[in-house]
């Protein structure tokens, strides 16, 4: 198991952008869906709880409806993907601000050309049930993901990996088909233990297997759920009487419900945690029985512009439209407060943001933009000539009709654009021929929902650089190219120093600030609601609503 010290350290600092598993539409068609708000329905009991400090155990009753796999690389419920998470390890761990944290890998190093790397592991770690982890461990977890009917996520991530060799107990070497910064960050899934499921079906069975995390597989009814027990090493349990027991939630109960949505069944007192999406903040934050805890998600909404219309092909224009849109009042007045600003479709809590900042509105620069682009005034109307004809600033903005609080935000950037002299006519149609038109390029501007991935890879969105072969992508709708960002993204897939990594990371960002192929309007938010028996260190992110985890505890 992970020692004690590395459990802790995990645990506290737990979460760029990952290459999805998933398609084209299925990323930006992410938010089209608006889900009703419920009515709360607390009682105000708990608001007398008392809370003395930290005590020992307790259970914490989490939610799933159905479980379909004990095996954390088959499941395909992603409430029980959170859950497992507790039991499971895996080799790097990427925290809120998307820096990468070793777990199970104490080291690691690039061949010169980026094409193989060599995986040290920690030599300290045991299983649940005492047997040693080993990079056996994780070949065996790699064959199980290419060979297998794994949840698709995981197989996406390991495309690009042509092959892996155990070296020594502790030491793997993994070959890829081509040079891959970003290879690490895939290496985020749960490492299963060879020795429980060598001689089984990894994906039928029915026992639990040891993990190497905080918490253990206790027990498992298939009409109740799953029981996690705290697990303690041998010198947390040799404590003598004067000496103060372990402190912290001692059991988890995966319960299946599956007559009640996971809000139900924390009005029902059923469960002690859940996540939430933004649209479902309304009528909780004000409660004094149970407290949210909010975090910036990776749905964010923005602009696509194509780069190749007559009008929306100067990045002064561009640039000038994203000036002129009231970001604060999209979010005041249609999200209910629930996001955040973006200037370019990304977390703006990532490093990777860093040197992305959000224009603040202002009609006076947009104009200076458009004037030094040729455009002018005349009677309240934009005018400029292009090809040798006086063209009025008129453009069509393309938005999902069956999103609705997409259509409120169109008309919003309507006014926002009319405003400047910018005449702009709102398009609403269904999803599959909004997405066609900007596959075929039959658009100016399309404001749509994009999930952004995990790992901080910009080549989807773009450039027609590949960042090795990673998943079905969103692609390059704008049609936007740039000679210099696609050799600074040839010269990253062969940059091995994280440091260097970084630093034309930034490069690539003050040139895709500058450029503005998509013009960013917000990033959501979405949270954890949780009963305020539950206290401790509670600081979920969009990869783990168990951050700190070993910290939290009850009170009666």
């Not at 600092?13 to 290459?19: A, D, E, H, K």
């Not at 010169?112 to 040693?132: P, Y």
């Not at 479902?280 to 749905?299: M, P, S, V």
């Not at 702009?424 to 900007?438: G, S």
Request: include cysteine; glycine fraction near 6%.
């Amino acid at each position: 198991m992970l020692s004690r010290r590395s459990v802790v350290f995990a645990g506290t600092i737990l979460l760029l952008f990952s290459l999805y598993g998933c398609s084209v539409m299925e990323n930006l068609n992410s938010l089209m869906v608006i889900d009703q708000v419920e009515t709360t329905g607390f009682t105000i009991e708990e608001t007398s709880i008392t809370d003395s400090g930290p005590v020992p155990g307790g259970t914490l009753n989490v939610y799933t409806d159905y479980i379909d796999n004990l095996n954390p690389l088959f499941t395909k419920n992603e409430n029980l993907m959170d859950h497992y998470s507790l039991v499971f390890s895996s080799l790097f761990k990427v925290d809120a601000s998307g820096n990468l944290i070793p777990l199970l890998a104490e080291k690691w190093q690039f061949a010169e050309d980026m094409t193989s790397l060599i995986i040290t592991m920690k030599d300290d770690i045991s299983w649940h049930d005492g047997n040693r982890f080993t990079a056996a461990d994780v070949e065996f977890t790699l064959d199980t993901i290419k060979l297998k009917d794994v949840n698709q996520k995981y197989k996406d991530r390991l495309l690009n990996v042509s092959g892996y060799t155990v070296i020594d107990s502790n030491t793997l070497k993994i070959v890829l088909k081509e040079a891959d910064p970003f290879i690490l960050y895939k290496l985020n899934f749960p490492i299963i233990p060879m020795h429980f499921y060598r001689y089984a079906d990894p994906g039928r069975e029915k026992s639990m297997a040891p993990g190497t995390g905080l918490f253990t597989f206790e027990k498992y009814e298939e009409d109740s759920g799953i029981v996690l027990q705290r697990f303690r090493n041998k010198t947390e349990y040799e404590i003598s009487d004067s000496e103060e027991p372990v402190t912290g939630i001692e059991q988890v109960h995966i319960k299946i419900i599956n007559d009640k949505t996971p809000l139900e069944a924390l009005l029902a007192r059923e469960v002690d945690i859940i996540k939430i999406r933004s649209n479902k903040f309304a009528g909780y934050e004000n409660r004094t029985d149970a407290n949210i805890y909010e975090y910036t998600c990776l749905d964010c909404e923005m602009i696509v512009c194509n780069t190749e219309d007559n009008i929306i092909g100067s990045a002064n224009v561009r640039k000038a439209i994203s000036l002129m849109i009231d970001r604060d009042k999209i979010i005041s007045e249609v999200l209910g407060r629930k996001a955040e600003k973006i200037e370019v479709p990304l977390n703006n809590k990532m490093w990777i943001a860093n040197r992305a900042t959000v224009p603040a509105t202002s009609l006076q620069k947009a104009m200076e933009l458009l004037e030094a682009d040729g455009w002018a005034k005349e009677d309240g109307v934009l005018v400029k000539r292009i090809n040798g004809r006086k063209t009025k600033f008129k453009i069509e903005l393309l938005v999902n009709i069956e999103n609705f609080e997409r259509v409120q935000e169109a008309y919003l950037i309507k006014e926002d654009l009319e405003k400047a002299g910018v005449e702009v006519v709102v398009t609403e149609l269904t999803w599959p021929d909004l997405y066609e038109n900007m596959k075929r390029k039959k658009f100016q501007l399309a404001l749509t929902g994009y999930r952004i991935p995990e790992i901080p890879n910009p080549y989807p969105l773009y450039t027609g650089v590949n960042a090795g072969e990673q998943s079905v992508v969103a692609g390059n709708f704008s049609g936007y190219s740039n000679p210099e960002l696609d050799e600074l993204a040839r010269t990253l897939k062969i940059s091995p120093s994280i440091s260097k990594q970084r630093f034309i990371m930034g490069e690539i960002m003050d040139i895709i600030s500058n450029d503005v192929p998509y013009i960013g309007i917000c990033i959501r938010k979405e949270a954890v609601l949780v009963r305020r028996k539950v206290r401790g260190s509670i600081d979920p992110y969009y990869l783990d609503m168990y951050n700190c985890i070993d910290s939290w505890y009850l009170i009666e």
